[in-house]
């Protein structure tokens, strides 16, 4: 579970406070009182005539800040935006103007206005002859993160109700503001109030810019991105009408300190594992932190830190010290002023004590023991007249309701998948939940609900448009009463994939019965005027896609229908299709042709932040594609019986004739900081029957590596310093692979899957019959494995795919765990469609070039065929060096670092008798930069082909930070006969850094000819 916890509008809201006291605690589960809108059009209302403004807003000095700058602010600035005249403020009303007078002062008590007793954030808007009070519950401080706005609450509706100001995102491209030069409304007597108590999302993703960007550089619009973000992202919670009230409910139970309280004065209180240890290292497991929900001391605690907190105790009297924090403190994550959070940390491990083990072997494998340790603190604080609630969640392992019965001063939150499940195979499972909670606590609950890009559901570039999926959802289930409201997960890569999905969520919230059709339809037509159909097609198409052929595509497994997202080739090929990114372009081209000004600003934007993101993430799928085909190893042939000793010595003399293969930090080479820190080298041979791998895992700190013996097939071994072996035999009517683990210690668990779609289904029942032995050495550990063909249904017609990985886990102070893999192209190490090749036959090499991947030592000013200037390779002062620590393939790159911007920097390699004239080349590279920053126009990064004239590849160069990015170029090598100056004599490719400071890397570097 993540959580991304934001401000209502300023920072102060999110610090963490010593103390939090105690009250009594409201929570809305049925709001109050019924709205109204009494709008009477026979007292007409003239807020401006013909451009002169007959209006004044009234704020007096006795309200709250908030109210004097947010609710005030933005209120004039949207009726001057409207009516483009200014609008003065005033600290009491005129007479002789309409007056908007806001917030609950002595002139609205006298005028009988009383929001008491009002639900939560419920405001009104009320005239009362020419004066019209805009007014709801305000504090006057956040406490925590909560802090009522009522009457700015009511500002928003105001201008949206009679002004027609829509906020569908911050900033002039995603507000609409009519304009106005006469206006008059009927008065109003309005009542509003939320329809869900709880009312948030992740307000998440990469800012936008809706200011032109050209010439600015890559760093100052990630800048201006940032500043607009720091500003808009609040304002966008804000103008939603977003949640005032944060209920906590998030791991609590790893939120309390307890490790850094107890780990070494009560190890007693934390989880026993299955070897005997209990968990309060986080050098040795990110499971340490798991308790032992059944010890006596712990549960004792526990209700002493509860009561301590809803009576005001600080986090400093009860001791409650937090390492992150560095200082006594209640995480406000998991306390809040009336609210106590009761909930264990992710990565759960179940205790294998005395008193838990038998418990976790029930049919609610411990889960029960959750709700009774809640329910008891409950009940305690209830019996003393305490006031205040405990929350938990229904999640994980726990949950299904217990057989017991909960009191009232314990509230659920379900966590279940929600809008995306809508209509699918596990819709029903998760409503029956949702009811049995309700049922059995006999009152509603709310929800934490997944619209998130995570997990498989992270996949960049595409947007994930649910504005018609989520509204049906959450009016679905508000029809049955079942719950006060949910808070919607929902990371993504852009906030704009997920704007929409914002505002309609935020107006279904606040009013379970809105008219959604027409709120959409309103929404195209106001952004995108006579644009409005094909934005709308494209909208929807997109939600179709995501919604439908992603993340709720339906597939018969052996378990039954289930959801999966489609494989990468069905991805890109069948859903994000060619023929459908150019029906997506004719759309936007449409549209973009019959709009003007703002409108077609919009559809820009919209090519910009949508289309042109995915169009580039099905290229680089393409090009990856192409990649992996030549992703491969040269697996040693013996025939017959290989003559190998299987005891993970590595001395056999056939290791020494594979080809060796270097692992990369995994996951990671897109980060600019990730490097390799350890050398981590496989070899692979076959012979008749057996595949044999060997794993070479360099160790600087073999005294800390954090491994257990355990049994065979033990659920984590992966946990552990370990190696990893995946073979998928190609060409099955289904989908087979296979997967081994073997520890640092030689314990080892081996499993079968199919891969259906992007989703695995693993069976660890399945053993493997292979020989493997683990040596442990002082500065490396190494393994051998033979693995019988036979296993893996080992055809020599078919192309067998595979990958090897290592987990490097070190005991530090904080919990070290460094994953590599061979395959660059990997985006989860279950991605059987991006593992590398293991070729039987020998290997066809096409590249023109020598040493493209910088293999070879470093002899003075040569690296193999390439030449450097001798200046840049002093031993004492080298610029031109080879790196160990970030490669691509064959555990080194080359590395240019120039400090001078008056130095250029180049290698080169003489290629006189390798390229022909009139002959077209295709040059392809990876690159890395860092810091590199030009001193003069048109400085930076190249790749420089040369046969009879130069070619400088980019025509823009390389600048700034890049992670290992591919890049390819073609040209055509011309004549030597020319008749032109500067006919180039010799042919050469040159790596150049000119004009520019930084640093830059190359690697697996190839030219070849193009046929």
Avoid at 75 to 88: A, C, D, H, R, Y
Avoid at 928 to 953: C, D, H, M
């Amino acid at each position: 579970m993540k959580m991304r916890l934001f401000s209502l509008l300023t920072v102060a809201m999110l610090l963490l406070s010593s103390a939090l006291p105690a009250a009594p605690t409201a929570v809305d589960f049925y709001p109050h009182p019924p709205r109204h809108a009494i709008l009477d059009a026979e007292k007409p209302l003239l807020l401006i005539q013909d451009g002169i403004a007959n209006l004044e807003i009234v704020v007096a000095p006795e309200l709250p800040r908030q109210v004097k700058t947010t609710a005030a602010g933005e209120l004039k600035t949207f009726l001057e935006k409207s009516f483009g005249v200014s609008i003065p403020v005033v600290p009491q009303p005129s007479g002789e103007k309409v007056s908007l007078v806001l917030g609950l002062t002595s002139l609205t008590r006298d005028l009988g206005v009383d929001v008491s007793g009002y639900a939560r954030d419920a405001f009104v808007i009320k005239a009362f002859g020419n004066i019209i009070v805009l007014a709801g519950q305000d504090d006057k401080r956040a406490t925590g993160w909560s802090m009522q706005r009522g009457t700015t609450f009511a500002v928003y509706e105001f201008l949206e109700r009679f002004l027609g100001v829509r906020f569908y995102f911050p900033g002039e491209l995603g507000t609409i503001v009519p304009q106005h030069r006469t206006l008059s409304i009927p008065s109003p007597d309005i009542l509003e109030r939320p329809d869900f108590h709880a009312r948030k999302h992740s307000n998440d993703g990469a800012w936008f810019l809706d200011t032109p960007t050209a010439g600015l550089t890559a760093q100052e619009i990630q800048e201006k991105q940032e500043a607009s973000a720091k500003v808009n992202r609040p304002l966008n919670i804000l103008r939603q009408r977003m949640q005032t009230r944060y209920i906590p409910n998030c791991h609590s139970l790893k939120r309390s300190g307890y490790l850094e309280r107890f780990g070494k004065t009560h190890p007693e209180y934390f989880a026993l594992t299955a070897q005997g240890k209990r968990l309060v290292d986080k050098r040795e497991s990110v499971l340490a932190g798991n308790l032992c929900f059944l010890n006596p001391g712990f549960r004792e605690t526990l209700y002493q830190d509860a009561k301590a907190f809803l009576t005001g105790v600080s986090a400093k009297e009860r001791g409650v010290y937090l390492e992150r924090f560095d200082k006594c403190v209640w995480d406000q994550s998991a306390f809040q002023e009336g609210f106590f959070n009761i909930m264990p940390k992710d990565w759960f491990s179940p205790c294998h004590c005395e008193l838990c083990h038998e418990r976790h072997q029930q049919p609610d494998k411990g889960g029960n023991i959750v709700w009774e340790l809640g329910v008891e603190v409950a009940r305690r604080l209830q019996k003393e007249n305490i006031p205040g609630y405990i929350t938990m969640m229904s999640y994980g392992h726990y949950t299904a309701p217990p057989p017991i019965e909960f009191p009232d001063n314990l509230l659920v939150m379900v966590a279940v998948s929600g809008p995306w499940e809508e209509g699918g195979p596990t819709q029903a499972a998760s409503d029956a939940r949702i009811r049995a909670w309700r049922d059995t606590i006999g009152k509603k609950v709310w929800l934490w609900n997944y619209t998130n890009k995570y997990g498989a559901r992270d996949l960049p570039g595409i947007p994930c448009f649910s504005h018609r999926i989520i509204p049906q959802y959450y009016q679905r289930i508000a029809k049955e009463d079942l719950i006060f409201g949910s808070f919607l997960e929902s990371e993504a890569d852009r906030f704009m994939y997920q704007y929409l999905n914002y505002y309609v969520y935020a107006k279904v919230a606040w009013d379970n019965q809105v008219d959604v059709p027409a709120l959409l339809q309103e929404h195209f037509q106001l952004m995108f005027e006579q644009g409005a159909t094909e934005m709308q097609q494209f909208f929807d198409l997109l939600e179709d896609l995501w919604v439908h052929k992603v993340v709720a595509n339906i597939v018969e497994t052996p378990v039954g229908p289930t959801s999966i997202p489609p494989s990468s080739y069905d991805l890109w090929h069948k859903v994000y299709s060619e023929d459908m990114l150019k029906h997506f372009t004719a759309l936007l081209d449409s549209a973009e042709a019959k709009t003007s000004g703002l409108a077609q600003r919009r559809v820009a934007l919209m090519r910009e932040q949508l289309l042109v993101p995915l169009q580039a993430e099905r290229d680089k799928y393409l090009a990856d594609s192409q990649a992996i085909g030549d992703w491969s190893c040269e697996v040693k042939v013996k025939k017959g019986q290989a003559e190998l000793v299987i005891d993970g010595q590595l001395n056999d003399p056939l290791w020494q004739e594979c080809q060796p293969l270097y692992l990369l930090p995994a996951f990671n080479l897109k980060k600019i900081s990730d490097v390799c820190e350890v050398t981590t080298i496989v070899r692979v041979a076959r012979d008749d029957e057996h595949l044999y791998i060997a794993y070479d895992c360099r160790e600087p700190q073999m005294p800390l590596l954090v491994c257990e013996e355990r049994q065979r097939d033990d659920h984590r071994t992966w946990a552990d310093s370990s190696l990893e072996i995946f073979l998928y035999q190609e060409g099955g009517a289904r989908q087979f692979y296979h997967q081994w683990i073997i520890n640092a210690l030689g314990s080892i668990s081996d499993y079968e899957y199919e891969r259906i779609g992007a989703k695995s289904i693993g069976d660890i029942g399945w053993n493997s019959s292979c020989q493997y032995a683990v040596q442990r050495l002082e500065d490396r550990w190494t393994a051998e494995v033979k693995i019988p063909l036979a296993e893996i249904s080992y055809d020599p017609n078919r192309p067998l795919r595979g990958n090897f990985n290592r987990s490097r886990y070190i005991k530090t102070d904080a919990p070290y765990t460094k994953l590599y893999t061979w395959s660059y192209f990997i985006k989860g190490f279950h991605a059987i469609d991006a593992f590398g090749i293991l070729s039987m036959e020998p290997l066809q090499d096409n590249n023109l070039l020598r040493n493209g991947t910088f293999a070879a030592p470093q002899k003075g000013r040569t690296f193999g065929p390439w030449f450097a200037h001798p200046e840049d390779v002093t031993p004492d002062n080298p610029r031109i060096t080879l790196d160990q620590s970030l490669f691509i393939k064959d555990g080194q790159s080359i590395k240019l670092h120039n400090p001078d911007p008056e130095r250029r920097l180049l290698i080169t390699q003489y290629l006189d008798d390798k390229l022909k004239e009139n002959t077209t080349y295709h040059i392809s590279f990876m690159v890395r930069l860092e810091n590199v920053q030009p001193t003069k126009a048109g400085g930076g990064v190249f790749i420089n082909p040369v046969y009879s004239k130069n070619n400088w590849f980019p025509k823009n160069p390389y600048t700034g930070n890049m992670p290992w990015t591919r890049q390819g170029f073609t040209w055509t090598t011309g004549s030597r006969n020319e008749e032109r100056p500067n006919i180039a004599t010799r042919s050469y490719v040159r790596l150049y850094m000119l004009n520019a400071t930084g640093t830059a890397w190359f690697d697996d570097v190839s030219i070849t000819e193009v046929k």
